[in-house]
Protein backbone atom coordinates (compact mmCIF):
# COMPACT_ATOMS: atom_id res chain seq x y z
CA UNK A 1 0.00 0.00 0.00
CA UNK A 2 3.05 2.53 0.66
CA UNK A 3 4.99 1.55 -2.48
CA UNK A 4 1.88 2.25 -4.58
CA UNK A 5 1.20 5.48 -2.36
CA UNK A 6 5.61 6.57 -3.22
CA UNK A 7 4.68 5.26 -6.62
CA UNK A 8 1.75 7.62 -7.15
CA UNK A 9 3.39 10.61 -5.91
CA UNK A 10 6.73 9.52 -7.99
CA UNK A 11 4.27 9.95 -11.37
CA UNK A 12 2.50 13.24 -9.88
CA UNK A 13 6.22 14.91 -8.82
CA UNK A 14 7.29 13.85 -12.46
CA UNK A 15 4.52 15.45 -13.70
CA UNK A 16 4.92 18.46 -11.69
CA UNK A 17 8.09 18.95 -13.09
CA UNK A 18 6.82 19.05 -16.49
CA UNK A 19 4.58 22.05 -15.31
CA UNK A 20 1.06 19.61 -15.36
CA UNK A 21 -1.21 21.60 -13.37
CA UNK A 22 -3.25 18.63 -12.71
CA UNK A 23 0.04 16.80 -11.04
CA UNK A 24 0.15 20.32 -9.09
CA UNK A 25 -3.43 20.28 -8.19
CA UNK A 26 -3.64 16.56 -6.95
CA UNK A 27 -0.38 17.31 -4.54
CA UNK A 28 -1.87 20.58 -3.53
CA UNK A 29 -5.40 18.47 -2.72
CA UNK A 30 -3.04 16.01 -0.50
CA UNK A 31 -0.70 18.14 1.32
CA UNK A 32 -2.81 21.57 2.14
CA UNK A 33 -4.50 20.35 5.05
CA UNK A 34 -2.08 18.79 6.87
CA UNK A 35 0.34 21.58 5.93
CA UNK A 36 -2.25 24.17 7.50
CA UNK A 37 -2.74 22.19 10.53
CA UNK A 38 0.96 22.06 10.86
CA UNK A 39 0.97 26.20 10.62
CA UNK A 40 -1.77 26.74 12.69
CA UNK A 41 -0.61 24.59 15.61
CA UNK A 42 2.34 27.21 15.40
CA UNK A 43 0.60 30.07 14.55
CA UNK A 44 -2.73 30.35 16.26
CA UNK A 45 -4.36 31.93 13.42
CA UNK A 46 -6.69 30.95 10.86
CA UNK A 47 -5.32 33.52 8.17
CA UNK A 48 -1.76 32.96 9.29
CA UNK A 49 -1.67 29.51 8.29
CA UNK A 50 -3.90 29.68 5.54
CA UNK A 51 -0.79 32.37 3.96
CA UNK A 52 1.78 30.10 5.08
CA UNK A 53 -0.22 27.14 2.61
CA UNK A 54 -0.16 29.64 -0.02
CA UNK A 55 3.97 30.43 0.19
CA UNK A 56 4.68 26.76 0.41
CA UNK A 57 2.82 25.83 -2.73
CA UNK A 58 3.94 29.02 -5.02
CA UNK A 59 7.50 28.22 -3.85
CA UNK A 60 6.90 24.80 -5.04
CA UNK A 61 5.36 25.81 -8.11
CA UNK A 62 8.54 28.03 -8.84
CA UNK A 63 10.93 25.42 -7.98
CA UNK A 64 8.95 22.49 -9.59
CA UNK A 65 12.04 22.23 -12.04
CA UNK A 66 14.46 21.38 -9.00
CA UNK A 67 12.36 19.40 -7.00
CA UNK A 68 14.46 15.97 -6.52
CA UNK A 69 12.54 13.27 -6.55
CA UNK A 70 14.44 10.90 -5.16
CA UNK A 71 13.77 12.82 -1.72
CA UNK A 72 11.05 12.77 0.86
CA UNK A 73 8.34 15.25 -1.03
CA UNK A 74 6.91 15.49 2.61
CA UNK A 75 9.92 16.45 4.16
CA UNK A 76 10.56 18.99 1.56
CA UNK A 77 6.75 20.65 1.74
CA UNK A 78 7.07 20.58 5.32
CA UNK A 79 10.44 22.13 5.57
CA UNK A 80 9.92 24.94 3.56
CA UNK A 81 6.35 25.67 5.22
CA UNK A 82 8.69 25.84 8.97
CA UNK A 83 10.34 28.39 7.66
CA UNK A 84 7.72 30.33 6.12
CA UNK A 85 6.51 29.79 10.15
CA UNK A 86 9.85 31.52 11.22
CA UNK A 87 9.15 34.12 8.75
CA UNK A 88 5.82 35.11 10.36
CA UNK A 89 6.85 35.09 13.62
CA UNK A 90 9.69 37.15 12.53
CA UNK A 91 7.50 40.07 10.83
CA UNK A 92 5.12 39.60 13.60
CA UNK A 93 8.03 40.01 16.40
CA UNK A 94 9.03 43.20 13.73
CA UNK A 95 5.94 44.87 14.06
CA UNK A 96 4.55 44.80 17.28
CA UNK A 97 8.04 46.68 18.00
CA UNK A 98 6.91 49.25 15.51
CA UNK A 99 3.60 49.34 17.41
CA UNK A 100 5.43 49.67 20.29
CA UNK A 101 7.61 52.59 19.04
CA UNK A 102 4.55 54.30 17.52
CA UNK A 103 2.63 53.77 21.09
CA UNK A 104 6.08 55.33 23.05
CA UNK A 105 6.43 57.98 20.58
CA UNK A 106 2.82 59.43 21.67
CA UNK A 107 4.05 59.48 25.33
CA UNK A 108 6.31 62.24 26.94
CA UNK A 109 7.36 59.84 29.80
CA UNK A 110 8.27 56.81 27.13
CA UNK A 111 10.60 55.37 29.64
CA UNK A 112 7.68 54.39 31.86
CA UNK A 113 5.51 53.63 29.35
CA UNK A 114 5.83 49.44 29.56
CA UNK A 115 5.39 50.08 33.10
CA UNK A 116 1.80 51.09 32.39
CA UNK A 117 -1.21 48.78 32.82
CA UNK A 118 -2.79 50.49 29.67
CA UNK A 119 -0.06 50.08 27.18
CA UNK A 120 -1.36 46.87 25.90
CA UNK A 121 -4.80 48.72 25.92
CA UNK A 122 -3.13 51.07 23.63
CA UNK A 123 -1.42 48.80 21.09
CA UNK A 124 -4.90 47.33 20.71
CA UNK A 125 -6.50 50.85 20.36
CA UNK A 126 -4.04 51.44 17.93
CA UNK A 127 -5.21 47.99 15.97
CA UNK A 128 -8.54 48.89 16.33
CA UNK A 129 -7.83 52.44 14.94
CA UNK A 130 -6.07 50.99 11.63
CA UNK A 131 -9.27 48.67 10.81
CA UNK A 132 -11.49 51.64 10.83
CA UNK A 133 -9.70 53.30 8.30
CA UNK A 134 -11.14 52.51 4.66
CA UNK A 135 -10.11 49.46 2.89
CA UNK A 136 -7.68 50.69 0.45
CA UNK A 137 -5.84 53.32 2.73
CA UNK A 138 -5.78 50.71 5.54
CA UNK A 139 -3.54 48.17 3.55
CA UNK A 140 -1.28 50.99 1.85
CA UNK A 141 -0.81 52.76 5.70
CA UNK A 142 0.11 48.79 6.65
CA UNK A 143 2.20 48.49 4.00
CA UNK A 144 4.41 51.52 4.22
CA UNK A 145 4.38 52.00 7.96
CA UNK A 146 4.14 47.76 9.11
CA UNK A 147 5.92 46.19 5.93
CA UNK A 148 8.33 48.80 4.99
CA UNK A 149 7.25 49.00 1.44
CA UNK A 150 8.14 52.25 -0.33
CA UNK A 151 5.60 54.48 -1.59
CA UNK A 152 6.93 53.58 -5.55
CA UNK A 153 6.40 49.86 -4.61
CA UNK A 154 2.67 50.54 -3.34
CA UNK A 155 1.75 52.75 -6.26
CA UNK A 156 2.54 49.51 -8.31
CA UNK A 157 1.03 46.97 -6.17
CA UNK A 158 -2.55 49.37 -6.22
CA UNK A 159 -2.27 50.65 -9.66
CA UNK A 160 -1.89 54.44 -8.65
CA UNK A 161 0.33 57.07 -8.27
CA UNK A 162 2.97 57.92 -5.93
CA UNK A 163 1.26 61.00 -5.15
CA UNK A 164 -2.06 59.11 -4.22
CA UNK A 165 -0.06 56.94 -2.46
CA UNK A 166 1.26 59.83 -0.14
CA UNK A 167 -2.52 61.12 0.28
CA UNK A 168 -3.86 57.92 1.73
CA UNK A 169 -0.99 57.70 4.25
CA UNK A 170 -1.53 61.14 5.69
CA UNK A 171 -4.80 60.68 5.38
CA UNK A 172 -4.32 57.90 7.59
CA UNK A 173 -1.51 59.76 10.34
CA UNK A 174 -4.10 62.79 10.58
CA UNK A 175 -6.70 60.18 11.60
CA UNK A 176 -4.80 58.82 13.53
CA UNK A 177 -3.08 61.25 15.14
CA UNK A 178 -6.45 62.71 16.15
CA UNK A 179 -7.93 60.09 17.81
CA UNK A 180 -5.06 59.28 19.92
CA UNK A 181 -4.67 63.17 21.08
CA UNK A 182 -8.52 62.42 22.22
CA UNK A 183 -6.36 60.38 24.80
CA UNK A 184 -4.22 62.52 25.54
CA UNK A 185 -1.11 60.91 24.46
CA UNK A 186 0.02 64.51 23.32
CA UNK A 187 3.56 65.67 23.17
CA UNK A 188 5.90 63.84 20.21
CA UNK A 189 2.70 62.68 18.52
CA UNK A 190 3.70 60.86 15.56
CA UNK A 191 7.37 61.53 15.50
CA UNK A 192 8.24 58.20 14.64
CA UNK A 193 5.50 58.12 11.65
CA UNK A 194 6.77 61.08 10.56
CA UNK A 195 10.68 59.82 10.24
CA UNK A 196 9.95 57.26 7.69
CA UNK A 197 7.10 59.53 5.56
CA UNK A 198 9.46 59.91 2.93
CA UNK A 199 10.92 57.29 0.11
Do not use: C
Amino acid sequence: MFGKKLNTETRLLNGLKKSDHESFRKLFEQYSKPLYRFSLSYLKSNEGAEDVVQEVFIKIWDKRKDIDTGKSFQSYVFTIALNSVRKYFNKLAAANQLKHDIIASFSENSAKLDEQDDFEDYLRHLDTLINRMPEKRKEIFIGKKLDGKSQKELAEEFGITTKTVEYHITEAMKFLKEEFEKLRLGGMVFFYLFITKKN
